[in-house]
């Protein structure tokens, strides 16, 4: 038994391999299609039979460039996020994770470890309006086209920042940043999961196609409408004021969104004036039209008043809800009362035995304007230092409808960060404990503006700052509350990979040789190649990480001792046997060990793994 050395293109070494793991999964499902180890789509055709598309039209959705946009999506990213403590709140113990990069490269190292994790996401993505920021991705290398594209240059010095509507693709520059992300996104809802995305009349109906593409036209939810403004505009031809919340669900047959809570103003319908000790209670209509417009005989009788002997017949032309046992029953229960001037009969209808909630509708005409988050904004900075956030009023309603308790809720849109502060507000309001992962490119501000001027060079420092303003006013507005509450957050950055050889081919041989001696990068620390483990291994970038000092080398534990990494030089077999021994005081399940390939001399490395052995640790590689 040795030591597994984790080579250039192992699966470690990049995210998840979306194209071989589809076809693993055509191949459990029709493994008559099989040859040799690859797919014969001859044979896939024949089992598929009249279920093929064959004539040159019919209906699709297509535009320039999808083609690619659709395999940019399965390509695996070699890329790594690094961790960024010293911007980060409650390090040791937040769930939340803030991570500046471009979503694309995010979305595909996020995929092991969060695919089917996420049970809401929100995007309010660039409504392609000719001014706000749409990149066209370099599918040939993302991490590059990701450095320069926030420096907002290309390589020759040409401006990003804007998709103008003079471009002859200026729809399908559009469709081609969105379509990935999509299909990506997608595989980390959970199975009764759902989307939101803000959207306005510019890519509205591009967003709804492409989504029922990605997502499939059978698990499209609704169109929500958002009015943005009190009052419309008096300058155009009808005065717009309002955008779109476009839903989809991951399975609609496995959705159930959550009620929105019942307003006071819904409630205060309700009284109690004869003391009924079943509560309060509104007067409903006993009186029915039939059932499909029939008169049902056995409904037709008079009801008498207990109390007078007044009789009441039903309304003409119409019947009682019930037949007479059940009527009888409802009056010994005092369910039934009878009006004061016309001495009528009525049903109570208790508050207590209605629903709790509200469906969410369609209009949404009471949740926050437009202006109203600019107020939330000023209120925190005392500046204008972001433009066109969502209010939090919107997003709380969404966030209740479509998650609780400890659901993770995704934004690979961040902007100002406001999902994430209406996330806080929310849980401080219901008690659930949701958690947020942020993705924000971090892109420049511009030197005009108020965040400029105010020293915020990049969107990322003002959503960052934002998380911590906002989580500082839930703690002096309610203290003893905030106690229970995870108001921190983990930064992360993408970049290249921490591991020499895994991000690319050397540039020349002397390069390559010297790798095989030093094969983690200069500027890299051990925590960088730690929480790159946790991304290639699939692990939750949240874990517990434990850190101890075994023979002068740091050792960290991972998720209590399901992973144990250590990569230090010079090491012997006395830091394998600290490690087995603190495995056997954590007794996990599982046990797996990483270190340094270049950090043991070959005799040490063949001690090592034997006294591992000796602990039952059988599964060892090395980077």
């Known amino acids: 038994m040795s030591i597994d050395k984790i080579q250039p293109g192992d699966n470690l070494t990049q995210s ?34 009249e279920d093929i598309e064959e004539e040159d039209e019919y209906y699709r959705f297509t535009w320039a460039g999808k083609t690619q946009a659709r395999r940019e999506a399965h390509k695996p990213s070699t890329g790594t996020l690094r961790p960024a403590k010293d911007e980060s709140v409650d390090w040791d113990t937040t769930e939340n994770l803030y991570i500046e990069g471009d979503n694309l490269e995010v979305l595909k190292l996020l995929q092991k470890s969060y695919a089917g994790k996420v049970k809401m996401i929100y995007i309010d993505p660039p409504y392609n309006t000719g001014k706000d920021f749409v990149y066209k991705d370099n599918y040939k290398d993302n991490l590059k086209n990701y450095k320069e594209v926030t420096g907002q240059v290309d390589s020759d010095g040409n401006k990003l920042s804007t998709n103008s509507d003079s471009d002859g693709r200026y729809h399908s520059n559009w469709l081609n940043m969105m379509y990935p992300r999509l299909q990506l996104a997608r595989n980390l809802l959970t199975e009764d999961g759902v989307i939101f995305m803000s ?6 109906e591009n967003l709804i196609k492409a989504s029922n593409d990605v997502f499939g036209e059978n698990n499209f939810i609704e169109n929500l409408i958002w009015k943005r403004r009190a009052t419309p505009p008096n300058d155009r031809i009808i005065g717009k004021n309002h955008e779109y919340l476009v839903a989809f669900a991951k399975k609609i047959d496995n959705l159930k969104l959550n009620l929105q809570p019942r307003s006071a103003k819904l409630n205060s319908r309700y009284s109690n004036p004869d003391n009924d000790p079943k509560g309060d209670w509104v007067a409903s209509d006993l009186s029915a039209n039939g059932k499909g417009g029939r008169i049902t005989e056995s409904c037709i009788f008079d009801i008498k008043n207990p109390k007078t002997g007044e009789s009441f017949s039903p309304p003409s032309n119409k019947c009682w809800l019930y037949n007479q046992d059940k009527v009888n029953l409802l009056l010994s229960e005092n369910r039934i009362g009878f009006r ?6 009525f049903l109570k209808r208790y508050l207590s035995e209605v629903r709790k909630g509200t469906t969410l509708a369609t209009i949404l005409d009471n949740h926050g304007y437009s202006q109203d988050s600019a107020k939330e904004i000023k209120a925190l900075f005392n500046k204008d230092v972001f433009d066109f956030p969502k209010p939090t009023k919107l997003l709380k309603t969404i966030l209740t409808a479509g998650s609780t308790e400890n659901d993770i809720v995704l934004d690979f849109f961040s902007g100002s960060a406001s999902t994430a502060v209406s996330l806080m507000e929310l849980n401080s309001q219901d008690d659930a404990k949701r958690k947020y992962i942020q993705v924000q490119l971090p892109e420049l501000t511009e030197e005009k503006t108020e965040a400029f001027k105010s020293g915020y060079k990049r969107i990322t420092e003002i959503g960052k700052e934002r998380i911590r303003r906002a989580a500082k006013k839930i703690i002096e507005e309610n203290p003893e509350k905030a106690k229970d509450l995870d108001l921190g957050f983990k930064v992360f950055k993408l970049d290249s990979s921490n591991i020499k050889g895994w991000d690319g081919n050397p540039d020349d041989l002397e390069t390559s040789l010297w790798d095989s001696v030093t094969n983690i990068k200069d500027d890299r620390t051990e925590e960088d190649v730690l929480y790159e483990i946790l991304l290639k291994y699939g692990l939750d970038l949240t874990l517990p990480i434990e850190e101890k000092t075994i023979e002068g080398k740091t050792v960290f534990n991972v998720g209590f001792g399901a992973l144990f990494i250590c990569l230090g030089d010079n090491l012997n077999s006395k830091v394998a046997e600290g490690i087995g021994k603190w495995k056997e005081d954590l007794n996990p399940e599982m046990c797996r060990v990483i270190f340094k390939d270049t950090g043991f001399t070959d005799v040490e490395k063949t001690n090592s793994v034997q006294t591992l052995k000796h602990f039952g640790i059988t599964e060892i590689k090395s980077i």
Not at 22 to 28: D, P, S, T
Not at 199 to 204: C, L, S, T
Not at 340 to 345: A, F, I, K, R
């Open 340 to 345: 004061e001037n016309s001495g009528s009969p």
């Open 16 to 49: 998840k391999d979306l194209v071989t793991d589809n076809i693993e999964k055509l191949k459990q499902l029709f493994p008559e299609i099989v040859t040799e180890g690859k797919i014969d789509f001859k044979v896939l055709q024949d089992v598929l039979g």
């Open 199 to 204: 959207i306005d009349d510019n890519e509205f």
